[in-house]
């Protein structure tokens, strides 16, 4: 899978070359994570704190890749990426106006993509060295247990009490709860990303199949709470030249108290 080749090129080491290479105290098998947060009885082995802090982007990528797979195989983005190809709506193919975010995930799907911030200091010890250790020998089932375990924790919102914003501008388009997954959906909306410039008549049309495939992924994606948010071929150049955008990932924004007048802040 091309999941799997990209967890090659990520992973440091297997688990079991890891286990193997590993000292004494960590080499029970009831010290590793099993899929069930066991309770950590071992010692020796590495904090999620520690983890966290020396966290490369490569480790953010990879649980990204994990936790997108896994949705998309729960909501069958699959489906809906075959009914955008058959209605000639076509997926970016250039990387110079993909975010980050999305070029992990185009390994996955062409269309969809995983805008949640990865916070990796909420898994436990037991999670960190799972994620550390993921790799294409990993099995899928382990993996998919390991997000459902993980995933609210470590892709809900800092902020709790307030709307998240994912885009360059604060747009109830852009708009998600703080406990959403949010994917984002990119295509060539005005044809720009292909050379040509579509007719108006073209682009409401297929405007109106794309907001009708939305509200079902949506409707169906229970118990998973998703919220699929467009963009066009024109939001990476936005987003670059917003002054607030942290640059290589998508931000999210925080509405500010109106009561306290605070100003928004990234998240």
């Known amino acids: 899978m091309k999941l799997f080749a990209f967890l090659k090129r990520t992973g440091k080491h297997s688990p079991k070359a890891a286990l193997k290479n590993s000292p004494p105290a960590m080499r029970n098998p009831a010290g590793a994570f099993d899929g069930k947060n066991r309770a950590d009885e071992g010692a020796g082995q590495m904090t999620a704190a520690s983890v966290a802090a020396e966290a490369s982007p490569d480790l953010e990528d990879k649980y990204r890749a994990l936790a997108f797979a896994f949705f998309s195989s729960r909501i069958n983005l699959p489906k809906y990426e ?129 907001k009708q495939m939305i509200h079902e992924i949506e409707s169906a994606a229970k118990p998973y709470k998703i919220k699929i948010i467009r963009y066009d071929e024109l939001y990476e150049f936005l987003n670059r030249n917003d002054p607030l955008s942290n640059g290589r990932r998508h931000r999210s924004i925080t509405p500010p108290a109106s009561s306290q007048g605070e100003k928004p802040c990234l998240r």
Do not use: W
């Not at 990387?95 to 949640?116: A, D, P």
């Not at 997954?181 to 720009?192: E, M, Q, R, T, W």
């Open 82 to 210: 075959r009914f955008l190809m058959d209605h000639h709506i076509e997926y970016i193919e250039k990387t110079s106006i993909m975010c980050h975010e999305e070029i992990v995930c185009s390994r996955i799907s062409k269309y969809f993509y995983l805008l949640n911030r990865v916070h990796l200091d909420s898994l436990t010890p037991q999670e960190a060295e799972y994620l550390q250790n993921a790799d294409a020998d990993s099995d899928e089932r382990e993996n998919s247990e390991f997000i459902r375990n993980t995933y609210l924790k470590v892709l809900k919102s800092r902020s709790p009490n307030s709307s998240v914003f994912y885009g360059p501008f604060m747009n109830p388009r852009f708009q998600a709860d703080h406990d959403a997954i949010a994917i984002g959906l990119k295509y060539n909306v005005y044809g720009l990303a292909a050379g040509y410039k579509k007719e108006l008549e073209q682009i409401d049309k297929e405007d109106a199949l794309v």
